[in-house]
Structure formats: C-alpha cells, structure tokens
C-alpha cells in the first residue's frame, strides 16, 4: 500500500536561512509524489510535482524538491526562507495505478519561520 | 491558472439537520472530483471520490448514507452531510483534476469548515 511519511511534526527556521521539509515515501511502482502549502483556515495550494524525468523539481514561491529513488525520498527545500513561507507543508504520493489521481497525504509539517 | 470555488467558506447548522456543500470548477472540467476531510491539526482523509455521471466512490468506513455525493455536471460537484451531529464538525476540502492543465495538475478548493451545533 502507499504511504507517506513527514517525520517533523514542526520545522523552525530563521528567515534567510535555508530550509527542509522532509519526506519519504512508499509506494510500489513509479512514484508521483507532491508538495502542497496550506495556510491557516484555507485549501491547499499546489507546490510541485515529480512525474518523471529530473531529481530536482522546482515549484511556485522558490520552492524545489529533490527525488530521490534510492532513499525514497522527497525533500522540500528552499535556499532563503521568508517569514511568510510560514504554513502547514503536505507531502502527497498519488495511489494505486487503479486509483488515479487519488492522494494520499502524509501528516503534514509546520513550517515557522522567525525573522 | 485553474481555480475550484468551495461555498460556503463557513457553515454553522444544528444537529440532524442536513447541510450541502459546493465545489465547483471555475474554468475547466472535471469529470472526477475528491472530497477530503481535516480534523484540526491533522492530515487531510480522503472521503470518496465524485464521478460525474455515476456513483461516488466512497473510502472504507465513510458512511454513503451520511455523505451524498451528487456530481451532476463537469463542474459540480456537493456533498451533502445529512442528519449531522457534533462529530462531523470539521474542515471538508475539494478537489478536482485539470485534465487539460500542465500534466494533469490537481486544484483544490479553499475548504468549508462546518460546525455542528
């Protein structure tokens, strides 16, 4: 079955300092893996994606993301963090091949990033 | 860029009364929609999937008879929390694949919270 895990229930960063969400996976099959933000009391906003093709991913607001087959592996990662990237990172794997389209979502973490 | 509109944003109703709530896709079709559920501070659950035209898909241990699902058009679809009680108070959030989008990208709407009073 697939499965995604965000080991950090929070991430603290001060601002202008690079940052991680981390997250690993389990799927069988090719991966599609995704990073979405949701801010307080709103829907998810759509970050990026891995389909296939290059490790790293680069998404809306300077965010990237880098596959990694062999440590199953999708980390979010930004070079200078903004106060207002501060908001709840979902990490999500797409299900089965018969389910498509249907996400799967990890627990998500709590970005907070001081100035 | 493609847009999904949920209404209400927000909701308040009293027990056993029955609530609906829209997404609808603004500027593309969409022939199958999703409807999640989140507990405050938690992950977002999968409830089922709309399928336009037909039945919904419902995810193990969610109630068919409690959550209607109604997708009449390509860019409609409610979800109707019938009889509700306290416990279903919660953020429901949509979603809705852009088939004609940048490689099949998913939107999801802002999310209606509802309260059970």
């Known amino acids: 079955a697939q499965s995604v895990a965000q080991p950090e229930d929070q991430v603290n960063v001060a601002e202008g300092n690079p940052l991680t969400v981390k997250c690993t996976y389990s799927?069988?099959?090719?991966?599609?893996l995704f990073w979405y933000v949701q801010y307080p009391n709103r829907g998810l906003q759509f970050l990026l994606k891995y389909i296939t093709g290059d490790n790293l991913v680069k998404g809306s607001y300077g965010f990237e993301a880098e596959f990694n087959k062999s440590q199953t592996s999708f980390h979010l990662k930004k070079p200078s963090a903004l106060v207002s990237d501060s908001a709840l990172y979902f990490c999500a794997v797409r299900g089965s091949p018969g389910g498509y389209n249907k996400l799967i979502f990890g627990a998500g973490t709590r970005l907070a990033v001081h100035p | 860029g493609a847009v999904v509109s949920q209404h209400p944003s927000r909701v308040i109703c009293k027990s056993g009364t029955s609530v609906k709530i829209e997404c609808r896709s603004l500027d593309f079709q969409a022939t199958t929609m999703f409807w999640y559920r989140q507990f405050p501070k938690q992950s977002l659950m999968l409830m089922a999937t709309s399928n336009e035209g037909s039945k919904a898909t419902y995810e193990q241990g969610v109630e068919k008879d409690k959550f209607l699902i109604n997708h009449a058009s390509l860019t409609l679809s409610t979800l109707t929390v019938t009889s509700a009680h306290p416990e279903d108070s919660s953020f429901y959030i949509c979603s809705a694949r852009d088939l004609g989008g940048p490689q099949n990208t998913i939107y999801f709407g802002e999310g209606s919270w509802l309260t059970v009073v």
């Open positions: 799927v069988s099959g090719n991966p599609y």
